[in-house]
């Protein structure tokens, strides 16, 4: 069982910003895609950004250029810089792995918290 540890996470105020960090116990290289997902009191997990092997990206609408997923492969560890952070990108922030690309993601971490003040 892969356990994925997340980092990073803390209390900021509007405009401000955090970099959350992934850490992989072995290669990341065997995942087909890492991704980071939040969620929010109440409602559900949302996927937030992902990242290829191949470092193809893609984000959610609403963090699409504030938001940066990145990796470091020797490392073994996922990047997620966030700027110009807003009170409704406060939320839980897990990261997940998948193996395959078309499986669904099998490998998840405990989650950082992520509090953005008004």
């Known amino acids: 069982q892969v356990q994925l540890v997340e980092s990073g996470g803390g209390l900021v105020q509007t405009g401000g910003s955090l970099r959350l960090s992934c850490a992989a116990p072995?290669?990341?290289?065997?995942?087909?895609?890492m991704s980071w997902y939040r969620q929010a009191q109440g409602k559900q997990r949302e996927l937030v950004a992902s990242?290829?092997?191949?470092?193809?990206?893609n984000y959610k609408d609403s963090v699409e250029g504030r938001f940066t997923i990145s990796r470091d492969n020797a490392k073994n560890t996922v990047y997620l810089q966030m700027n110009n952070l807003k009170p409704e990108d406060t939320g839980a922030y897990y990261c997940?792995?998948?193996?395959?690309?078309?499986?669904?993601?099998?490998?998840w971490g405990q989650g950082t918290q992520v509090t953005v003040s008004s």
């Open positions: 997940a792995a998948k193996p395959h690309v078309w499986g669904a993601y099998t490998y």
């Open positions: 072995g290669s990341i290289l065997s995942f087909s895609a």
């Open positions: 990242i290829t092997s191949r470092r193809n990206t």
